[in-house]
């Protein structure tokens, strides 16, 4: 599941000035997104502001709002949120500091006392409801669905509506924050729904861990045959493995005009990514760098370290022989 908005005109809450670092989020409280936030280890005092749309996140960092922001990217049953990673590859020039992923569990909520058999209404959003179409279809077939404009925002509207005939498809924590119950719990249709979110910032790479990942724009140099093959030689090459790749609109031409976003293990302070990322910017149409930044979960970082020891190696046997030229004798 992951929780997305149109744009709005104004955020929710607006930052206090001060010395605390403020890291505003896809809110309102009780987001799948304000979930994610909780398992960062932030510094004593950091506020967490909500807004009402990614969007307003993106906009708040950008402008100097917050510190940084926090949004959903990727789900695994829904594959990338395209509004959000949209938004970085074209419209903000934002870097990418941090990743975090989660497990997902759709709970259906309602007022405190009420019965699921007597509800006629159920708020949520349309991914939410997607993943829960089977058990939708069979447990409350007869039942209207209501979009929201977010998971924690149907919580809300229940709270509020003391009508309870009225649930919502919400995350756990929604229930704590709104005082409701969860008449059914983990109602998906799918074991295994993770969402991975990322946090952002105006300016700063985040340092090397030795577990990071590598977020890239890549521009084609031309629409041709073997365009995408050239540009993934330039990994294969280096054995550096990719953990996501897909095509996206470029939003600047007609239909065919097309870019690749990448998602790389590795951080741009190695030698071999590094070496990657100016040949893919002397080659192709354009670069764009998006972050690198501590990877979640567990990778396969023993193959990159030996190749990259080998690449060294290789580095140094050329640069021997380099150092063999006798450059008197070379013509003016």
Not at 178 to 203: C, K, P, W
Not at 271 to 299: C, I, N, W
Request: charged residues 25%; hydrophobic residues 40%.
């Amino acid at each position: 599941m992951t929780d997305t908005g149109e744009r709005s005109s104004e955020p929710t809450a607006t930052p206090t000035s001060g010395d605390r670092r403020r890291i505003g989020f896809f809110g309102p409280f009780g987001t799948f997104t304000q979930q994610a936030l909780h398992t960062i280890e932030a510094p004593d005092g950091a506020e967490h502001v909500p807004y009402r749309t990614v969007p307003d996140v993106l906009d708040a960092v950008q402008s100097g709002e917050v510190d940084a922001g926090f949004v959903p990217i990727e789900n695994s049953i829904e594959g990338m949120v395209n509004f959000t990673q949209d938004a970085l590859a074209f419209d903000y020039d934002l870097i990418i500091t941090n990743e975090v992923v989660i497990d997902i569990e759709h709970c259906l909520l309602v007022q405190p006392g009420a019965s699921l058999d007597n509800v006629t209404t159920l708020l949520s959003i349309p991914v939410a409801t997607a993943q829960c179409h089977r058990y939708l279809r069979e447990r409350l077939s007869e039942v209207e669905i209501v979009p929201a404009s977010s998971t924690a925002d149907a919580a809300r509207r229940v709270a509020e509506s003391e009508d309870a005939a009225v649930a919502a498809l919400a995350p756990r924590v929604a229930a704590e924050v709104y005082g409701l119950d969860i008449a059914e719990s983990d109602v998906a249709d799918h074991d295994g729904n993770q969402t991975r979110f990322v946090m952002v910032a105006a300016s700063g790479v985040a340092a090397p861990t030795g577990h990071d990942r590598t977020a890239l724009v890549v521009y084609q140099r031309a629409d041709e045959p073997g365009s995408l093959i050239a540009i993934l030689q330039e990994f294969a090459a280096r054995r550096i493995n990719l953990s996501n790749l897909f095509s996206r609109p470029t939003k600047a031409g007609g239909l065919g005009d097309y870019c690749f976003i990448i998602y790389a293990e590795g951080h741009v302070d190695e030698e071999l990514l590094a070496d990657t990322m100016r040949s893919l910017h002397a080659k192709q149409g354009g670069v764009k760098f998006l972050g690198s930044y501590p990877a979640a979960g567990a990778t396969a970082a023993s193959e990159r370290e030996h190749a990259g020891g080998r690449w060294r190696e290789a580095d140094d046997w050329l640069a021997g022989i380099r150092g063999r030229i006798d450059r008197s004798s070379a013509r003016g």
